[in-house]
């Protein structure tokens, strides 16, 4: 039987374990970028610019729904209750079902499926100058 790294995580958060960053060092950013097309209409990695969304420049580690000049839907606010900071741990969660960890955000994203897929974006949110 194979297991997977979603398996592998959502076992880790029901024993209560925190997930290493280092389990992402196989991301890779180029990739991330090519998948990352799929944000860019609604979110920019590479400035502190926002659109649709929240700009994403810098999000790893930084607060939950904490860009001043954004309007965060009240699911999102909640959230930050619950989640005070995006890591490594709290993104992964979020793009594999954004509706299911955030209900009722206003974000419309179904998520990403692929294990893989999550790894590359974060490699490249980690650092978007790796993928140029």
Excluded: Q
């Amino acid at each position: 039987m194979r297991i997977s790294f979603s398996m592998l995580f959502g076992l880790a958060v029901v024993a209560g374990l925190s997930v290493p960053t280092a389990a992402f060092a196989d991301g890779d950013a180029a990739k991330g970028a090519k998948i990352f097309k799929k944000c860019a209409a609604c979110h920019t990695a590479t400035e502190a610019k926002n659109k649709i969304g929240p700009h994403l420049d810098n999000v790893i580690d930084r607060p939950v729904a904490s860009i001043e000049d954004f309007k965060y839907s009240k699911a999102m606010i909640a959230h930050a209750e619950e989640t005070p900071t995006w890591t490594v741990e709290a993104l992964t969660e979020f793009l594999h079902k954004p509706t299911k960890v955030v209900k009722g955000t206003k974000m419309s994203f179904a998520g990403l499926k692929k294990d893989k897929d999550i790894e590359d974006i974060l490699a490249y949110l980690k650092d978007p100058s790796a993928a140029e």
